[in-house]
């Protein structure tokens, strides 16, 4: 036996508008039934108890395509790596996963963090209640590279295992990457942005193609991190398959991303932190720190250009909020990147979509998850009011009523419980 769930509106995390008076039928963690709920049940649900989450809206459990579990939201990572017992980063990892899944996140994308591969597994096992993961391992840079940045002169040089300086050396890089068992390949096209800096090109697109011929033999797909035009070109070279950032797009580039099934992820609510909560001071004197802001803010012009150019040419847009990726963001503020979406020009169900299908389809879950058909594992969402009238709703935990993962529920209001069926047997069998 399963349940059923009639909600007053529902978003499937495909069409373009959100349908009204619904009804879904959910067995052995998936859905497999969907109607209006005016309409009779379906006879062989009939005898199934019947969950009644009127006044709120049921969408996909959200997704998330670019994080990093591992890190909070700290100002000085490098005292952080200098500091780290074993095992640190994955209990950071685990408290930051709940809080993401708190929000309504079943799953999300990890774009380097090696420990979180532990957490990634001990989910997967069901030892603890945490969002699908899939992980990068760690990033590929060229030495100094974006990802190997930390100036440890006083100390022996941190080993980073993830800096590859030819194509040979990314091809052992990627292969040591795929026997640690990661799930897809992360390469750094670029650097961030920074003084004079731009994102510009740091591996070679030789490079990145030496990374996307091994992960595509064995069906892994690459995501690059590229912020400025150059680099942006050299990964779509290379055949990545996701842009991750991609601040500086020219239409040229939106058109070739778009040929190729290239995703873009404008991790819109990096800039959106940059521009209204600032920089970590460090040691920079005032003026320097003016100049970071302006540099933020123009970085943002750009990021609503490269969008719409995107949008225009028909490139697959999905969510990723680079959550982890620096200071004064925190895991839970997830849906920030829907809300920025939103304000960069997406309408409400664009960037619902860009949080479900879209990246279900970029993580090559599009089969199992981020739509709510029939068939589709039963990650869901019942938000309280109506998330096409206002995103921001999904920022708040008092409009999260409930997230399920697979007819589960991982956390319901006190009100919405009662409907809801406790024996396993109704959920599972
Ligand atoms: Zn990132």
Redesign the pocket.
Same mark, same amino acid.
């Given at each position: 036996m399963g349940y059923v769930v009639k909600v007053s509106r529902l978003y499937d995390g495909v069409d373009s508008k959100i349908t009204e008076d619904r009804a879904v039928a959910i067995q052995g963690g998936r859905f497999v039934w969907i109607g209006s709920s005016a309409d009779e049940i379906p006879e062989k649900y009939r005898t199934w108890p019947v969950a009644s989450a009127e006044e709120f809206t049921m969408i996909p459990g959200l997704i998330d395509g +670019?994080v +990093?579990l591992c890190n909070d939201s700290v100002p000085d990572r490098a005292m952080v790596i200098l500091t780290d017992l074993p095992g640190a980063a994955t209990l950071r990892a685990l408290q930051n996963a709940r809080a993401t899944l708190d929000m309504g996140f079943t799953t999300v994308r990890d774009?380097a963090g090696l420990e979180v591969m532990a957490l990634r597994d001990a989910g997967r096992a069901g030892a603890f209640t945490v969002p699908r993961i899939q992980s990068a391992g760690y990033g590929i840079c060229g030495t100094g590279g974006h990802m190997d940045r930390d100036k440890f002169y006083n100390a022996r040089l941190r080993d980073n295992p993830g800096v590859a300086d030819s194509p040979d050396e990314v091809r052992r890089v990627a292969r040591t990457l795929l026997k640690l068992g990661v799930d897809f390949i992360k390469v750094n096209a670029t650097r961030g942005f920074g003084g004079k800096i731009r994102g510009h090109q740091e591996m070679t697109s030789d490079e990145m193609t030496a990374a996307t011929e091994i992960a595509h033999k064995v069906g892994k797909r690459v995501a690059s +991190?590229a912020m400025g035009t150059d680099g942006i070109k050299g990964s779509l070279d290379a055949r990545v398959d996701s842009v991750?950032h991609g601040f500086w797009l020219t239409p040229e580039l939106a058109d070739q991303m778009a040929a190729q099934g290239t995703f873009l992820l404008p991790t819109a609510a990096t800039l959106y932190r940059n521009v209204t909560r600032g920089f970590y001071r460090g040691g920079m004197t005032d003026a320097e720190l003016s100049k970071m802001h302006d540099l933020a803010a123009s970085a943002r012009e750009a990021m609503f250009e490269s969008l719409s150019m995107a949008m225009d040419s028909g490139v697959k847009i999905a969510v990723g909020s680079?959550m982890g990726?620096g200071p004064f963001l925190y895991h839970g503020e997830n849906a920030t990147e829907l809300e920025q979406l939103v304000e960069a020009g997406m309408t409400p169900i664009e960037a619902l979509k860009a949080g479900t299908s879209t990246c279900a389809d970029l993580m090559d879950l599009g089969t199992e998850l981020g739509r709510i058909a029939s068939g589709y594992l039963a990650d869901f969402v019942l938000v309280r009011g109506n998330p096409d009238e206002d995103i921001s709703l999904l920022s708040h935990r008092d409009s999260i009523a409930a997230v399920f993962m697979e007819g589960r529920s991982v956390r319901i209001d006190e009100d919405l419980a009662r409907d809801f069926p406790t024996d396993s047997d109704e959920i599972v069998q």
């Open positions: +670019h +990093h774009c +991190h991750e680079d990726g």
